[in-house]
């Protein structure tokens, strides 16, 4: 936790390009999640759709319902956190209002994808893995969206941007 | 196949609710007799109909730029005219794509489109009635246009077979009734009530079959192996997870055509004797998992999924589980503990899935290419399909043809062909007409196939042979201006990231080859890096329980088998030839080039430029962050990389 008492974002580690390390919160609201657990009751290979049905609903995992989802599966909380902290999907801090997520395969490195991350992380003053100090947006790289052929490309929120320069993507960013 | 798409199925249309009092669903040859009625009703359709491709890769070039232009002009003169959504035909490079049927017509197909070029179409075509043969880019269908070439003479087409696409980008994927008029859900039909799981899997052995996910294996055998396991409860599981960067024809399968994976696993799941199917899709790919939900909704109300399907005793139900982002988890054993609710990390085999996998039960995994392909097989026969291909590796293949290419796409091609008719003749050569340097095969698991190799027919032998695998098929076009040392960097930082760390040389031994080629990218390699690279390399190899870390390190192993001197290049001159390793090149301004047009200056983000307004701009190399910005500005090539 910085020193202002809020969020505790984890660094962004140079040699673990495709992953972020995950921390808790220290502190944050109770979070109730019995109603996405009750269906689940009884329910075998349940606990990877609940952490992603309550990271749907809060855009993080709160530590509370990592908690809740422990009891409920009669896990113990550091099983869910090793079950969590293996998927790239999952996070322990609330994201940005809106994310952006700069695609880093193959087809779109051999195109220039590393010159459009570092554009968008100048445009963004963040760097990958990491939220802007006014929470508006975060920035991921991820591995593939499987838009090869129109390299290189990233993703505002849910609206997919293709055959990108580093001016297209300031372009973008600026609407 | 006719090739023409018709709209979705609208709600209450032809519903089974519609047609029959009772809950019980129409039978398959009612189900059929319809379907082919609707399909030839739309075919006849008196409105003009304009088929949008609305892939995600379509979506991403500006498919909904292009559709709210069309509705635009379609009011603005006044015409009514259905629009449909289609998945992708594979021309990606041509995205975003509008063909357009008048009646009576052929389909007319237009390439690139932009909103402008929209707005012209729908006057002058849908409303004028003259095809636009300056701008159309083929005739889809077996009917002829004068003066636009058919579809399927087009270059990119000529020598493609489709299989596993065969409706993608034809049908409404969105429609099971257009899937059921093209000879869909007739597979499983005939599976269920004419033949037994032995024979099933005997015409699968007889295709030739194999499987499409990246190792080859023969899917018959695999069946028969489950199929052979005592017990009652079995699982049948689709690997929907395409991990590999640069591979995306699982994800337009399941967009374009989500039908055939539902009819392939079906039949799958007879053969084996499993009940209950799961498809493990990636969770980057929304739109893949929506019209897999929709089309399972759609196959349980018409009984072609559920219990008792065609009233035989075979029942069958799908589940669809979301990846959460491990690339490991294409891994059999590591999806089936993924899917149990674990970390998903591999384990030794045996016992192999078919003996134990999903929850200790007998479990087979088929890759989506390979389920998309078994309706196909059987309905057109073993032998149609193994008289495509090679001795030993039958059928075609698809391949995500992406990288410096000129017409990038999705490409479906009988196994034995060239690398050279794929690049030069279907991929219509290098962007800039540079030279081929080599083309990765096989994502992160992969090799390059290196120029002298351009000749080889392309089979799983043949690749496995010069050291690059079939793998799923991302194949990435690489030309001079790529560097191959910083290829094999990329890929490593990709594994050793993506490794679950569960096998010590794969966890620390591929961070070693990413530690050393970082170096060597940042000019402090040490001319021995490269022999212990293929030393290591070897050891992680030898020494990892799973596919990821058993070919982590092939795509440094090929590379310096195939540009061993471009890796000296770094080592002993410290100098990238490709000019792409940053640590290694060198800026400088042309001061008899120069025109002082300040673009550069204003655009550096090191603010390294100096100079004025036609004065003649001199770059600080203390301050050059190296990023190559005015390089790619500058318009009277007065940048100099060296």
């Keep these: ?175 | 196949m006719a090739g023409l798409a018709i709209s979705g199925d609208r709600p209450g249309h032809m519903g089974p609710a519609n047609t029959m009092a009772a809950a019980q669903p129409p039978t398959f040859g009612v189900l059929k007799a319809k379907s082919l009625a609707l399909w030839e009703q739309l075919r006849a359709s008196q409105k003009p109909r304009i088929i949008l491709g609305m892939g995600t890769c379509g979506i991403a070039a500006g498919a909904n730029h292009v559709e709210a232009a069309v509705r635009e002009s379609l009011a603005k003169y006044g015409v009514d005219a259905d629009i449909e959504a289609v998945g992708c035909i594979g021309t990606c490079y041509a995205e975003p794509l509008m063909d357009v049927v008048m009646p009576g017509q052929p389909r007319v197909s237009y390439g690139s489109v932009t909103p402008e070029m929209a707005d012209k179409i729908v006057r002058d075509h849908v409303v004028g009635g003259q095809p636009l043969a300056d701008l159309a880019m083929a005739v889809v269908g077996g009917d002829t246009v004068h003066g636009i070439p058919r579809f399927q003479d087009l270059a990119v087409m000529r020598s493609q077979r489709r299989v596993a696409l065969r409706h993608c980008g034809l049908i409404d994927p969105t429609s099971i009734h257009q899937y059921i008029a093209n000879d869909g859900y007739s597979a499983l039909h005939r599976v269920l009530t004419q033949l037994t799981p032995e024979q099933v899997i005997g015409e699968v052995k007889r295709s030739g079959l194999r499987g499409r996910g990246g190792a080859g294996f023969p899917t018959g055998l695999k069946w028969e192996f489950c199929h052979k396991e005592p017990g009652p409860t079995k699982y049948m599981i689709c690997n929907a997870d395409e991990g590999d960067p640069g591979a995306f024809m699982d994800r337009s399968v399941l967009e374009g055509d989500p039908h055939t994976v539902l009819e392939g696993l079906a039949i799958a799941a007879y053969a084996i004797g499993a009940s209950q199917g799961y498809i493990y899709c990636r969770a980057e790919y929304p739109l893949a998992i929506l019209r897999l939900k929709k089309a399972i909704a759609r196959a349980e109300e018409y009984g072609l999924l559920g219990d008792h399907i065609f009233g035989t005793d075979f029942s069958f139900h799908i589940k669809i589980k979301e990846g959460a982002g491990a690339f490991v988890c294409g891994e059999e054993t590591a999806m089936i503990a993924s899917i149990e609710g674990k970390r998903g990390m591999p384990r030794s085999r045996p016992p192999f899935p078919a003996q134990s996998g999903l929850w200790g039960k007998p479990t087979t995994i088929n890759n989506v290419e390979t389920l998309a392909s078994v309706p196909a097989i059987l309905v057109n026969g073993p032998e149609w399909y193994a008289a495509m291909g090679t001795e030993k590796s039958k059928g075609a293949k698809t391949f995500a043809l992406t990288g410096k290419i000129k017409q990038p796409g999705l490409i479906e091609v009988p196994l034995g062909i060239t690398l050279r008719e794929v690049v030069y003749d279907i991929g219509g050569g290098i962007v800039g007409d540079k030279r081929f340097k080599a083309a990765q095969s096989g994502g992160p698991s992969g090799g390059c196939i290196p120029a002298s190799a351009l000749d080889l027919p392309i089979d799983f032998e043949n690749l496995t042979r010069i050291g690059a695998i079939m793998g799923s098929g991302g194949l990435v076009v690489m030309d001079e201006d790529t560097c191959m040392v910083d290829v094999a960097r990329f890929f490593l930082s990709f594994v050793q990231a993506e490794s679950c760390g569960k096998c010590t040389p794969c966890r620390l031994g591929t961070k070693q080859m990413l530690d050393t080629l970082v170096r060597i990218t940042e000019g402090k390699g040490e001319p021995e890096d490269i022999d212990s690279l293929l030393e290591l390399g070897e050891a992680v190899k030898a020494g990892s329980l799973c596919a990821l870390g058993g070919t982590a390190p092939n795509p440094v192993l090929s590379t310096i088998r195939y540009f061993r001197a471009e890796y000296e290049a770094h080592v002993v001159d410290k100098r990238c030839p490709a000019g792409v390793c940053r640590p290694l090149l060198h800026f400088e301004i042309d001061p008899e080039k120069c025109t002082g047009c300040m673009v550069c200056l204003r655009n550096c983000p090191s603010e390294a430029i100096s100079g004025g307004k036609r004065v003649v701009h001199t770059i600080d190399p203390a301050k050059c962050s190296k990023c190559g910005t005015c390089y790619e500005l500058c318009k009277f090539d007065a940048v100099i990389k060296s």
């Design chain 1, 1 to 175: 936790m910085d020193s202002d008492g809020v969020w505790a974002e984890a660094p962004h580690a140079t040699s673990l390009p495709f992953r972020r390390k995950k921390v808790f919160l220290l502190q944050e609201t109770v979070a109730p999640i019995d109603d996405l657990l009750a269906p689940w009751t009884g329910q075998h290979g349940a606990l990877i759709p609940i952490l992603q049905q309550v990271q749907e609903r809060y855009g993080y995992l709160p530590g509370s319902a990592v908690e809740q989802i422990a009891r409920f599966l009669k896990l113990s909380p550091s099983e869910v956190y090793g079950v969590l902290t293996f998927y790239a999907q999952f996070r322990l801090t609330p994201p940005g209002e809106t994310t952006v997520k700069v695609c880093q395969g193959t087809a779109c490195h051999v195109r220039g994808a590393k010159r459009i991350l570092e554009e968008v992380e100048s445009v963004l003053n963040v760097k990958a893995g990491g939220t802007t100090e006014d929470r508006k947006y975060s920035l991921e790289r991820i591995a593939c969206f499987g838009a090869c052929s129109l390299a290189p490309v990233m993703v505002i929120g849910s609206s997919v941007y293709g055959r990108l320069t580093t001016q297209k993507a300031r372009k973008m960013l600026k609407q």
